[in-house]
């Protein structure tokens, strides 16, 4: 048990719960605010807390209630939703940090309508400003010098046709109000982005390249105090004509984009950018050099599955063109027979001399070589083609 204070209660900070030796048996909580600064310590804190979930942080505001109440809710009403941690920023705004991409989306449409149903306040959940530019870089693309003859619809129809999903399209104006040749489409989400960054737009005989939109990893920096994270009109400090820096003590203007804390902020962005960003983001990718002299860069070519396939033909041929000749054979001698029981039957009938049949059968053996040494030929021809 902590000791008392002297003075009574006059020395008792707000939230701190002493216990009377009257109550003694009663297990009341202790609560001990820690002394002295540590506002570093709590900050450290943060960060650290904040580097290990990986899903965006949603940030809700309510009316009256507490976090206690808060994962109450989120217990009761959405079973199966895991929240990592719950953060106060200020009062009645509340940080959640959700342990996976369902858990986040069913807080972001889900809660607000418990707190209202069971709770009967207003509440209103929504995603950081600098994660959510990000998400909706994503689902933007633009179209660069398309004529002004092409209006709207036809780009309306031509996305219908192709099968996107989009919300707005609209073209962009210059400072004079005029409109350029420069078109921005925005998309229902990144999936539908990405895949009309790749193809393009094709409206009749017409092709226009798409490309996606640029994200801002410039951190934003008040121009009263110089300090980075917030904007003039919400800087509350005095107009500082230091010329150190007051970021980083340097010697240097705190403008300046060589200083170590703008480019910390720099990268800072730059990682939320590639961790909330669509993945397939073109890249132009320096192609290294060739040397058309290494056999490394440019192998020799292997002949053998080419070898292998004139001499499978070659043994194909061979095989045919002996199937061929057996058969053509086999033919003549079948018809020899056949002729030779014809004429037997002939002279014994009519006595006639077959010297006529006998000369159209030495024609038509002498056909027969000529054939085959065609045939011949032709596979010699084939067997050169082949080599």
């Known amino acids: 048990m902590p ?16 216990q009377d030796n009257s109550n003694s048996r009663i297990d009341t909580p202790i609560i001990i605010t820690p002394q002295g600064p540590v506002d570093e310590v709590e900050q450290r804190k943060k960060i650290n807390i904040q580097s290990e979930f990986r899903i965006a942080p949603l940030i809700v505001e309510v009316e009256s209630l507490t976090k206690v109440k808060i994962s109450q809710l989120i217990k009761t009403h959405l079973p199966g939703v895991i929240v990592l941690n719950i953060q106060v920023n200020r009062p009645n705004t509340y940080t959640l940090y959700s342990n996976d991409v ?18 009967k306040q207003c509440s209103s959940v929504y995603i950081l400003r600098s994660i959510q530019r ?29 099968g996107f999903k989009y919300e707005k399209i609209k073209r962009l104006l ?3 109000k005029i409109p ?16 009309f960054v790749k193809l393009g737009m094709q409206i009749d005989s017409m092709h226009f390249i798409a490309e996606p939109a640029n994200h801002n990893n410039k951190p934003s920096q008040c121009y009263k105090c110089f300090k980075y994270d917030h904007i003039t009109k919400y800087c509350k400090a005095d107009i500082v004509k230091n010329p150190i820096c007051c970021n980083c003590k340097g010697h240097h203007v705190a403008t300046s984009p060589d200083c170590p804390k703008y480019k910390e902020h720099q990268q800072k962005i730059q990682k939320t950018i ?40 070659e043994l194909l041929t061979e095989k045919i063109m002996s199937i061929v000749e057996q058969a053509t054979q086999r033919i003549f001698q079948t018809l020899n027979q ?5 004429t037997n039957r002939i002279n014994k009938k009519f006595n006639m001399e077959i010297e006529e049949i006998i000369t159209e059968r030495e024609y038509n053996q002498q056909e027969s070589k000529i054939n085959k040494k065609k045939i011949n030929n032709q596979y010699q021809e084939l067997k050169q083609i082949t080599k």
């Open 338 to 342: 056949r002729f030779e029981i014809l």
């Open 102 to 119: 369902k858990s986040f989306n069913r807080l972001l449409n889900e809660l607000s309508s418990i707190i209202q149903i069971n709770e």
């Open 174 to 176: 210059n400072k004079d």
């Open 274 to 313: 590639e961790q909330y960003s669509s993945s397939t983001k073109p890249t132009n990718q320096i192609q290294p050099g060739y040397n058309w002299n290494s056999n490394e860069d440019f192998p020799i070519l292997k002949t053998t599955d080419r070898i292998e396939e004139t001499r499978i033909i």
């Open 134 to 162: 990000i998400m909706e870089n994503n689902k933007e693309a633009f179209i660069k010098r398309v004529d002004l003859e092409i209006v709207d619809d036809d780009i309306k129809r031509t996305l219908d046709e192709q």
């Open 180 to 195: 350029t040749k420069t078109i921005k489409i925005t998309f229902i989400d990144s999936t539908n982005r990405d895949l």
């Open 3 to 18: 000791p008392k204070r002297r003075g009574g209660n006059r020395g008792r900070r707000k939230g701190v719960h002493l």
